[in-house]
């Protein structure tokens, strides 16, 4: 079995404890407005043309993105990072897209990894099966979970899929004991209103078990635009402005009254 990935980042330091080796793998069942790899949404491998500038003149050659990968050239891949790896006692994280996509990949390889004796960890939006979940737990150390909004009409217009499914997921990863850091991407228009933070920090309150360790606040960011130009698809924030500092450093202390660690940034 082959797994569809778009990028291998080494030395990540962003995805989970430690010096990393994260796995984005290719395809997403969401289509959030803001999304900011809008290269990992397809579940198929794609070309594009790529154009570099070099003084006045451009340079332009086809890219290809996503490239299957075996369980067995994942493992050898952390084999060369294990130095880094174990001095930090850092890991492995798949991240996407939406890893759960390519659930019996991402089995197999959570599995192997385990095997290993690597720290393992999971980037999810929540948006697959409750069994696909329940399969993988035996074998992820840490889930990195997204809740963008808790109104589900607000979900699906900014998304393209409902929130029901993925806080289920949620509740039943709170009950497996493992690890979970909730990202919460702050969006300007979407979910930033004071009546919706206030309602999501009372539902975090209310569900928390010992296994949700830290919220990241990921502030909305434009670095990614780019890309939507190279991919082909509209991009739809607008003149949507990321939040300023200051802004977000209210909302850490404000989601500090969770009683959890909160970090600005993954
Ligand atoms: S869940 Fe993540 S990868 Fe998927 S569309 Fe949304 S932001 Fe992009």
């Known amino acids: 079995m082959k797994g569809l990935i778009f990028s291998v980042k080494r030395y990540s330091i962003h995805d989970g404890p430690g010096i990393r080796v994260t796995f984005f793998m290719k395809g997403c069942p969401l289509n959030c407005m803001w999304c900011h790899n809008p290269e990992g949404i397809s579940y198929l491998p794609e070309t594009v043309m790529q154009t570099n500038r070099v003084g006045d003149r451009e340079f332009s050659k086809n890219e290809e993105v996503g490239k299957y990968y075996t369980v067995n050239s994942i493992l050898e ?8 790896m174990n001095q930090s006692k850092g890991g492995v994280t798949f991240s996407g897209g939406e890893p759960m996509l390519q659930f019996e990949f991402l089995l197999d390889a959570l599995k192997a990894c385990k095997e290993n004796g690597y720290h393992t ?6 948006y697959s099966s409750t069994e696909n979940y329940k399969s993988i737990i035996p074998f992820t150390d840490l889930f990195l979970f997204d809740i963008k909004h808790l109104d589900e009409a607000r979900h699906i217009e900014f998304t393209g899929v409902s929130n029901i499914g993925i806080l289920d997921n949620y509740r039943l990863l709170l009950e497996s004991g493992k690890d979970i850091v909730v990202r919460i991407p702050i ?3 979407f979910n930033d209103h004071i009546d919706h933070l206030e309602k999501l920090k009372h539902f975090l309150i209310a569900t928390k078990t010992g296994s949700l360790k830290k919220i990241n606040l990921l502030p909305f960011h434009k670095i990614g635009t780019s890309k939507y130009k190279k ?5 739809r924030m607008g003149n949507t402005e990321p939040p300023d500092k200051e802004k977000m450093q209210k909302l850490k202390e ?3 009254e969770t009683g ?4 600005i940034g993954g």
């Open 77 to 84: 891949i952390l084999r060369k990072e294990e130095v880094f």
């Open 254 to 256: 404000f989601f500090l």
């Open 187 to 189: 969006i300007p228009g």
């Open 231 to 235: 991919f082909n698809i509209p991009y």
């Open 121 to 126: 960890a999971v980037d999810t939006s929540g």
């Open 260 to 263: 959890v660690k909160v970090k």
